[in-house]
């Protein structure tokens, strides 16, 4: 054969594998002992998967009441009690129904740091709810409680437009936020002791 052609056949000869690709069915192995040692520290460290809801035991068809009848939250809940299992109550039951009742729902910006002029430019906003449950006999499931959430945001003078959608994106996150905090409490209400 010429040199020239022996170089060409060189270059065009494939080549080993490299020693790593010859370890993969080791590497599968270690692989899968990695995945079940983290499953391990996880379980171990007290994660789990949230379970489903769990409602009161003779709750009946229930309807969310709230004290402002155009508030999202109160959508919020009854879907959420929907997706839970909960049989909605016809819109004009009155006897026999189970009530999830929002008390009052109270908004506050409270102003917690300022610029150099003395302006506020960073605010907290609170949300604060009472609501009660009560079963279709007129037994009390959850007793009346308040819950409040918080977040702070900033304002500057300057930005009001964009400042003002993020309020607005707050008061969206902490109505969802408010919802799910009061559907968990209903199930540790109604959960049996030593569950949880």
Known sequence: ????????????????????FARLPG????LAVLVLSVAA??????????????LPANLGPVRVVTADRYSPLGDLLADGLRRAGAQPAAPDASEGVATLQVISENWADTPISNDTSGRAVEYM???AVVFS????????????QPVELS???????????GKASERELLVRELQRDMAASILRRVDAASAPAGAH
Not at 44 to 54: E, P, Q
Not at 133 to 144: C, E, I, K
């Open 133 to 144: 449950l009560r079963r279709a006999d007129g037994s009390v499931a959850v007793p009346q």
């Open 27 to 30: 590497m599968n192995a270690r």
């Open 151 to 161: 977040r702070d945001y900033l304002a500057p003078a300057v930005d009001s437009i």
């Open 1 to 20: 054969m010429r040199p020239a052609l022996r170089a060409f056949a060189r270059v065009a000869a494939p080549r080993e594998r490299p020693a790593v």
């Open 41 to 54: 520290l996880l379980s171990g460290c007290g994660f789990h998967l949230r379970n489903a809801l769990n």
């Open 125 to 127: 906003l609170r949300y």
